[in-house]
Antibody, heavy 115, light 112 residues
C-alpha cells in the first residue's frame, strides 16, 4: 500500500531554517516526481515545488514565492525526499504536504509555524 | 500563471440530490499529446487532499461512480449524481499543464 509520511516541522522564528522529510513506502520513490504543496491556515492549496525522477534528470522547479529560499532534494536509496526551507517568513506558515506525481497519493501534512 | 476560477464558492445539498461544481481556466489546458491536464480533489475536514478525477474525466482508483468529470478547453465540471454525507469538504480543481501547477480557490460542499 502506498504511503507518504512527512516529518519535521514545528515552530521556527522568522529568518531561520527548517527541513521537512517525506518518507515513501509501498512504491519506489525513484520512479516518481515528488511535489510539495502547502496550505496556509484556513486557505487553499498552493504548489511549492517538485523534484523530478532521475529518469528526467532529477531537476527541480519552484513557485516564485519560495524560489531561492527553498530547496527540494531526494535520497532514492532511502525512499525519502526533503524540503529545506531557509530565510523563513511569517507567510510561510502552513501545513506542508508531499505528494507524488500525478498527485494521486498525499501525506497527512506537517504544520510549519513561522513566528 | 494559469488562473483557475471555481464556482460556486459554497453549496448546500440535500442527500440524494445532485451537485455540480464549475472550474474555468484562464487558458486552454489541452496539451500537444491530446490530453487535458485538469484534476479534481476533495479535501475532507481535517484531512489531506485526495485525488478524485484526473485528466478531466478519469476517476481515480476507488472513487465512487457518482463522481464524474467533464469539460474541454477552458471550462470543466465536476458532478456528483447523488450526494452522500461523506462527500462534505472542499473541492479543488487543479491544472497540471503548465508550471506552476495552480489550484482553484475551492468549493465547500455542505449537507442540508
Amino acid at each position: 500500500e502506498v504511503h507518504l509520511v512527512e516529518s519535521g516541522g514545528g515552530l521556527v522564528q522568522p529568518g531561520r531554517s527548517l527541513t521537512l522529510s517525506c518518507t515513501a513506502s509501498g512504491f519506489n520513490l525513484e520512479d516518481y516526481t515528488l511535489s510539495w504543496v502547502r496550505q496556509a491556515p484556513g486557505k487553499g492549496l498552493e504548489w511549492v515545488g517538485f523534484i523530478r525522477s532521475q529518469t528526467y534528470g532529477g531537476t527541480t522547479e519552484y513557485a516564485a514565492s519560495v524560489k531561492g529560499r527553498f530547496t527540494i532534494s531526494r535520497d532514492d536509496s532511502k525512499n525519502i525526499a526533503y524540503l529545506q526551507m531557509n530565510s523563513l517568513k511569517t507567510e510561510d506558515t502552513a501545513v506542508y504536504y508531499c505528494t507524488r506525481d500525478p498527485y494521486d497519493y498525499w501525506g497527512r501534512g506537517r504544520l510549519v509555524t513561522v513566528s | 500563471d494559469i488562473v483557475m476560477t471555481q464556482t460556486p464558492v459554497s453549496l448546500s445539498v440535500t442527500p440524494g440530490q445532485p451537485a455540480s461544481i464549475s472550474c474555468r481556466s484562464s487558458q486552454s489546458l489541452l496539451y500537444t499529446d491530446g490530453k487535458i491536464y485538469l484534476d479534481w480533489f476533495l479535501q475532507r475536514p481535517g484531512q489531506s487532499p485526495q485525488l478524485l478525477i484526473y485528466e478531466v474525466f478519469n476517476r481515480f482508483s476507488g472513487v465512487p461512480e457518482r463522481f464524474s468529470g467533464s469539460g474541454s478547453g477552458t471550462d470543466f465540471t465536476l458532478e456528483i449524481s447523488r450526494v452522500e454525507a461523506e462527500d462534505i469538504g472542499v473541492y479543488y480543481c487543479m491544472q497540471a499543464l503548465q508550471l506552476p501547477p495552480t489550484f482553484g480557490q475551492g468549493t465547500k460542499l455542505e449537507i442540508k
